[in-house]
């Protein structure tokens, strides 16, 4: 007869096993609270991002070639005092188009403003918004260098006729007005009239974001509308160009373009043309103004006719910048001359690479009023 054996587990044998069901049970559950931190770390800064492009909007956003979405701050013209002001109108504000930011879970109203771990998110009006994390590892998102990147940016350009004449005594008829969200609510509509050379100025006043420039030349009353889009810690050209002749005799200027004689040599590094004198007399050039498209280049040296007549390394020369030359330069009538603007670099000041010119358009303004417009 057979005997089988009804021997079971030694209590020792139980131990074991429930003790290594315990530590496998608690290196599961460190390992599920791991992935659940580090999903929560994701998701805070992912709304982060979203938050931060509700006040000074998404830079990747563009419509017809150009940024179209610029946030709380593009309408508004200020930061949002605090973060209910991007799904709340913060006072009747009629220039306010939110909300900038909708709930994830609709039926808590503040979950916009935790963050994963249930913890209010800290922002104070400035241009950061932190989470506390989680074990002493605070999430901040910086959205701008400073406040004033975003709320506070030129717009400058230069008037001409149809032939490129800068208006002279004219200047005084010319109204530039241009229309910007004012920070409370409401609008402002700032007026200037440019100079002799067709210069104008709207400095470190002007919001980011999308904005309508309008010149009037009164005698006719000739209206040119022109929208801006207006970047972070920018100096944003809008050049006008009335159609007609309408003050060839105001600007005294007789240099023209010479067609075809822009160039970038040196990899872009420099920028060439010519001008002529198609007066009847001799003309004398005192200064010029350069104004381009990209104003993050700088440049350091102005050669007139093969000499040196401006360097100046620090800083470098900037866009819209009149530079004075060392010495008047004389251009007889009918005579041609070779003008250089040398040496643009990505700084204004200290050591930095050499900049590529090409594809920027230039306006130049001379002492007498003399104005061409080319491109390289």
Do not use: H
Not at 4 to 19: D, H, P, Q
Not at 75 to 101: E, K, M, Q
Not at 295 to 304: D, F, L
């Amino acid at each position: 007869m057979k005997v089988v054996s009804e021997k079971g587990f030694t209590l020792i044998e139980v131990l074991l096993v429930i003790i290594v069901i315990g530590i496998l049970a608690a290196v599961a559950f460190r390992s599920m609270d791991v992935a659940l931190d580090n999903s929560r770390w994701d998701a805070t800064t992912q709304e982060l991002d979203r938050l931060s492009w509700a006040i000074a909007g998404n830079p990747e956003l563009f419509a017809n070639g150009v940024r179209s979405d610029f946030g709380y701050v593009g309408d508004v013209g200020s930061l949002p005092p605090n973060l209910d002001a991007l799904v709340t109108n913060p006072g009747g504000y009629v220039t306010w188009r939110g909300p900038y930011i909708q709930n994830d879970l609709t039926q808590n109203p503040n979950d916009f403003k935790t963050d994963e771990w249930g913890n209010l998110y800290t922002y104070t009006g400035g241009v950061t918004i932190a989470s506390g994390g989680s074990g002493g590892n605070p999430i901040t998102k910086q959205y701008s260098n400073a406040a004033a990147d975003l709320t506070s940016n030129t717009v400058q350009g230069v008037v001409t006729d149809a032939q490129g004449n800068a208006p002279g005594t004219s200047a005084p008829s010319i109204s530039i007005r241009i229309t910007y969200p004012n920070g409370s609510g409401g609008t402002t509509t700032a007026t200037t009239n440019p100079n002799g050379s067709g210069n104008y100025s709207f400095a470190a006043v002007i919001p980011q974001g999308v904005r309508t420039v309008t010149a009037i030349y009164s005698p006719t009353n000739d209206t040119l509308v022109r929208n801006a889009v207006v970047l972070p810690k920018s100096s944003t050209l809008v050049d006008f160009r009335f159609r007609g002749n309408l003050w060839s005799s105001g600007s005294g200027g007789s240099l023209t373009y010479v067609t075809g004689s822009a160039s970038a040599p040196n990899a872009g590094r420099d920028v060439s043309f010519q001008v002529r004198n198609t007066g009847s007399s001799s003309v004398t050039i005192t200064n010029l103004r350069a104004v381009y498209t990209d104003v993050t280049k700088y440049y350091e040296t102005v050669v007139w006719g093969g000499s040196t007549v401006a360097n100046q390394t620090n800083p470098r020369f900037a866009s819209g910048q009149t530079v004075t030359f060392g010495s008047a330069q004389t251009v007889a009538a009918g005579a041609t001359v070779t003008v250089n603007l040398n040496n643009f670099r990505n700084c204004q000041t200290g050591g930095c690479g050499n900049a590529n010119m090409v594809g920027n358009t230039f306006t130049i303004v001379f002492s007498d009023g003399s104005t061409i417009i080319f491109s390289v």
